[in-house]
């Protein structure tokens, strides 16, 4: 009667299964990824060309520069404001004191 564990013992017996990795088989060689190279730029190329024939980069600064007009017009957001008066004013302990005022006087 065969044992419950030989066909187990037969799958160790052949040895770990050899891989084929693309490495291996020369696919990454440099004619290969300077290919890559030339259409990965070929392909970036276009697609700067094509955001300036569009004029993309002229929309994304006019929408740039509204968007930092309103935010000077409208000053710090609220916490930065707080915490601005918390400095200049002083601590009311909710804050650490200023280098300044913590170092003793010799």
Do not use: N
């Not at 066909?7 to 693309?22: D, E, I, N, T």
């Not at 300036?52 to 929309?59: E, L, Q, R, V």
């Amino acid at each position: 009667m065969a044992s419950r564990y030989s066909s187990y013992s037969r799958f160790l017996s052949r040895g770990p299964k050899k891989r084929s990795s693309v490495a291996s088989q020369g696919s990454l060689s440099p004619s290969f990824l300077m290919g890559v190279a030339v259409v990965s730029f070929v392909t970036g190329a276009a697609m700067e060309s094509f955001m300036i024939a569009t004029g993309f980069y002229s929309k994304v600064t006019a929408i740039e520069a509204d968007r930092r007009r309103e935010a000077q017009e409208l000053g710090p957001p609220s916490w930065v404001a707080d915490m601005m008066k918390v400095h200049k004013h002083g601590s009311d302990g909710d804050a650490l004191p200023s280098p300044a005022t913590s170092q003793s006087k010799p």
